[in-house]
């Protein structure tokens, strides 16, 4: 299994398919780069891309599709098709979210949250059992952003993924915004749920941007824009934090040039080092 | 108490759903926020299917593609968690569609540019694919000139299209970072579907010299090979051609 080395070229990137052409002609320096496994299953140019790309760069497989908190269990054909990319590619990370994006048979396309309860947890640490069995490793763990909150909760975000990491081996994937996103929209205080995330499980952290409605009441995890201050204040304290762990930009909507992304992935570092100094 | 399970189900019914299902008694006072889940659903999927079909959104415009969309979606729903591999059904859901009844061309149209997009996407490997072709190539043939409303559809060539001048037999394939679309003549499109169907060159072209003695097995063949689209060397009368 491949490793990240080239730490100190900082933040690495989300890479979606439109940007490909350009970051294979540039080859900036970004320490590593993050793809949707989904966007890679098939063949032609988006498989022989990623392969160029791996050549140079470490790859964390992000998937958008194991729904570990599906009630009808893991897809196997899926599961055996992102074995394949990663036997092939090679990957120093593989993740997905812990929600729910298969809904009794219908892929949503989303990443609906599932209710801290014990059978939640039961039935997520079954599917990433399963998942780590298929791969051969351990897998990361994203937490998803809240809009909704179900009623009858057995526990709050940082116990479910303490205990789940605990159980099932799994590291915790810490995004920021996501906690952001979630602690505004249900009246909690962002820093406060950071702090319950397990520091010693935490594998990587994602940054992003949020859209605002209803005259900041809600907030939409949209990733089409820079993340707000409020987020890299909080990415500030996760990184410190959470010591050595890479972190990641990600951009997936009303994408921007090359540039735009690679300059959001230094402002996020700055930010980082203005408030705690260089490593 | 609500199980898990009820409440997935209850979600997906939620999400195809075109009116508010009520999920109070799961989320309670943030019920009405699974709104953001329904028309995310909706308009990521439905915006997946317009990057597909881009020459079927200009030939309806794009805010009656929505609509259209929109039905497909509830109708047939992605079961896969790739969305690039989502849209499949869409040709025969157009051609059964009523109010799109008008343009009896837009179905092959849109089963032209599923080929295409499943070509770009298909597999490099042959492993377990036992067709002569290569696994982007696609045949498909319309009674429309499709190839000619496609072209338009997306501004390479101007129109008006005669709609009469169809049929059209066309071969979608991969080549290089693209994927290329060839009109073939009709006997060149019916020995690509035999050789497709049947698998054996020996049958095929005793067959299509039989049924078609001006037809130029050779050079067809030939053409073939020079488009890199076989997966094996064809072999005839014990030579390789």
């Known amino acids: 299994m491949t490793t990240l080395r080239n730490r100190a070229l900082g933040p690495g990137i989300g890479l979606r398919a439109p940007h490909i052409a350009a970051f294979q002609a540039l080859r900036p320096a970004v320490s590593f780069v993050e793809v949707h496994a989904e966007h890679h299953l098939g063949g032609g140019f988006m498989r022989r891309a990623l392969r160029d790309i791996r050549r140079d760069y470490p790859i964390s497989l992000h998937c958008v599709g194991l729904s570990i908190g599906s009630t009808e269990g893991v897809d196997e054909n899926h599961l055996l098709r992102v074995r394949t990319l990663a036997d092939e ?22 990443f609906i949250p599932i209710p801290y309860s014990r059978d939640a947890l039961w039935l997520a640490a079954r599917h990433i059992d399963r998942i780590q069995e298929c791969l051969g490793r351990a897998i990361l763990v994203e937490n998803p952003s809240h809009y909704i ?36 929209n249900l009246g909690r205080d962002a820093h406060a749920e950071l702090a319950q995330f397990p520091a010693g499980a935490i594998g990587e952290i994602h940054v992003a941007g949020h859209a605002t409605e209803e005259d900041g009441r809600l907030l939409i995890d949209t990733h089409d824009r820079p993340a707000c201050n409020d987020v890299l204040a909080l990415y500030a304290t996760a990184k410190k934090r959470f010591v050595d762990v890479p972190s990641l930009f990600e951009w ?28 | 108490m609500v199980t898990l399970s009820e409440i997935q189900t209850r979600m997906r019914d939620a999400i195809l759903a075109r009116e508010e299902e009520p999920l109070d008694d799961i989320l309670g006072p943030t019920a009405k ?50 969305l690039s591999e989502y849209g499949a059904e869409l040709p025969g859901f157009l051609a059964g569609f009523p109010a799109c009844a008008n343009r009896p061309y837009l179905a092959d149209v849109a089963r032209l540019e599923w080929a295409i997009h499943a070509a770009y996407h298909a597999a490099d490997s042959s492993i377990g694919h036992e067709s002569i072709f290569d696994p982007s190539v696609h045949h498909f043939s319309s009674r429309f000139p499709v190839h ?43 020995f690509h579907r035999a050789l497709v169907e049947c698998g054996d060159i020996a049958l095929v072209a005793h067959a299509a010299s039989e049924l078609y003695p001006g037809f130029d097995i050779g050079a067809t063949i030939g053409r073939l090979r020079k488009r890199n689209v076989l997966t094996q060397p064809l072999a005839l009368g014990g030579d390789a051609i």
Not at chain 2, 53 to 77: H, M, N, Q
Request: hydrophobic share 40%; with cysteine; aromatic share 8%.
């Open chain 1, 89 to 110: 590619i090679d990957p120093f990370l593989i993740s997905d979210h812990l929600s729910v994006s298969k809904l009794a048979g219908v892929y949503a396309n989303d």
């Open chain 1, 149 to 184: 909150a179900y009623a009858g909760v057995e526990m709050d975000e940082g116990e479910f993924l303490t205990t789940l990491a605990a159980r099932t081996g799994c590291r915790i994937l810490c995004d920021v915004n996501n906690i952001y996103v979630s602690a505004r």
């Open chain 1, 252 to 279: 997936d909507n009303a994408l921007p040039g090359l540039e735009v992304l690679l300059g959001e992935a230094r402002r996020m570092e700055e930010y980082h080092e203005d408030v705690h100094g260089h490593a």
């Open chain 2, 33 to 82: 926020r699974f709104e953001i889940h329904r028309r995310h659903f909706i308009s990521s999927v439905s915006a997946a299917l317009e990057k597909t079909f881009p020459a079927v959104v200009s030939l309806i415009d794009r805010r009656f593609f929505g609509y259209v969309a929109d039905s497909f979606i509830r109708s047939k729903p992605p079961l896969s968690p790739c």
């Open chain 2, 148 to 190: 000619q409303i496609w072209n338009v559809a997306l501004g390479r060539a101007e129109g008006p299209v005669d709609l009469s001048a169809g049929p059209s037999h066309l071969m979608i394939h991969r080549r290089g970072n693209d994927v290329s679309v060839e009109i073939l003549s009709e006997t060149e499109f019916r």
